[in-house]
């Protein structure tokens, strides 16, 4: 599960409308009709919120855009979170629209719970913040991914290539076309990330099931009087305030290891150790703790675990090592790199 919360912000200052936003959103549908889909494809899907189902973008973006008072020209009117099962925690979905929609409700409780906030000296509950949200079935391959970026060299190559082709063809230069054509063949094959026997590039669906998230949270409370920032830098504080004394903070671990365990209830998933969020943040701050409690996991866990480290991007190990030392020369390095980007990608501002 990675879970992703940044602040409204396109370009050097926040836009003032979320309306770029829930048009980016709504890219999925364009084109969409409900009738004639070929079978197993997924139709439109529409915003919901806790309580309502089919909700317009339009009546998205006058909510959102409407509920700002006293929010500075600089600062985020919304918030985005993104929630993105793994194809593991995937397969234990009979209906990945209404079940993941399910799940989205009982989320933004377990998000709401990890505000030390309250309003006129309650906690605050889901009925008091104002969002929306948004099931999608399809991914691209981005820039980022470790698939396009290791695919990369290949491509650089190619693209010469084919622009040496461009200059003979046009009298710009001399050459062999149909050799350097051989030559384009031979680095599309050898390039290490293929998929339907393609190489992947930037831009190219991604195959299998691709179902995920997209929520936007107002950052003003459901009455328009009362801040809730996610990226606060507190956790839990209490600080005087016009002669009162205020609790602010949001606990963003608390959110993520909640959200996991709201999945593995509600769906009744057994969670590996290494999909944790506990498991990858405690490696970044102390590696050899990790590897041990990765290593006095049963055969079958430990098996699955390695499985789940190198199908996100972590170097392949041939054979699962017998000692922690043997572990941590050949992957700690690359490991913790891919761990702190998982980690970052799971907070504010990224």
């Known amino acids: 599960m990675y879970i992703t919360i940044t602040p409204q912000k396109l370009g050097i200052n926040y836009s003032q409308s979320s309306a770029d936003f829930v048009g980016y959103l709504e890219k999925e549908n364009q084109g969409l009709k409900q009738q004639d889909l ?12 806790q309580y309502s189902d089919e909700i317009s973008a ?16 600089k600062e985020p009117k919304f918030y985005s979170i993104t929630v993105s099962p793994s194809k593991y925690e995937l397969r234990k979905l009979q209906d990945n629209g209404q079940d993941l929609k399910r799940y989205t409700r009982e989320l933004m409780k377990d998000y709401v719970a990890s505000f ?8 605050i509950t889901v009925d008091d913040i104002k969002y929306f949200a948004k099931i999608e079935h399809q991914r691209s391959f981005k ?6 970026k290791e695919n990369q060299p290949f491509a650089t190559k190619i693209l010469q290539l084919k622009t040496d082709i461009r200059n003979i063809e046009e009298g710009r230069a001399e050459g062999n076309i149909r050799k350097i054509q051989k030559e384009i ?3 599309e094959r050898e390039a290490p990330h293929q998929q339907n026997g393609k190489r992947i590039v930037q831009g190219m669906k991604k195959d299998g099931n691709q179902s995920h998230i997209h929520i936007i949270v107002s950052r003003k409370d459901a009455s328009n009087s009362i801040s809730l920032s996610p990226g606060s830098k507190h956790k839990a504080s209490e600080v005087e305030m016009h002669g009162k004394t205020i609790k602010r903070g949001f606990d963003r671990d608390k959110f993520f290891e909640n959200a996991e365990q709201t999945f593995d209830k509600t769906f009744g998933y057994k969670r590996n150790f290494a999909e944790t969020y506990k498991a990858r943040k405690d490696f970044v701050k102390n590696s050899n703790l990790y590897f041990a409690a990765l290593m006095k996991l049963p055969a079958n866990e430990k098996a699955l675990a390695f499985k789940m480290i190198t199908k996100t991007g972590l170097p392949v190990i041939p054979n699962i090592p017998t000692s922690q030392a043997q572990i941590a020369l050949r992957v700690s390095k690359r490991l913790h790199r891919g761990a702190e980007i998982a980690i970052k990608s799971s907070s504010i501002g990224i």
């Open 58 to 73: 339009e009546e998205v973006v006058k909510e959102i855009d409407g509920n700002t008072a006293k929010l500075k020209k």
């Open 38 to 49: 070929p079978a197993g494809q997924a139709g439109m899907e529409h915003f919901f919120n």
């Open 116 to 123: 030390n906030r309250e309003i006129n000296g309650r906690p």
């Open 143 to 148: 820039g980022t991914d470790f698939q396009v």
């Open 185 to 187: 063949s031979k680095l």
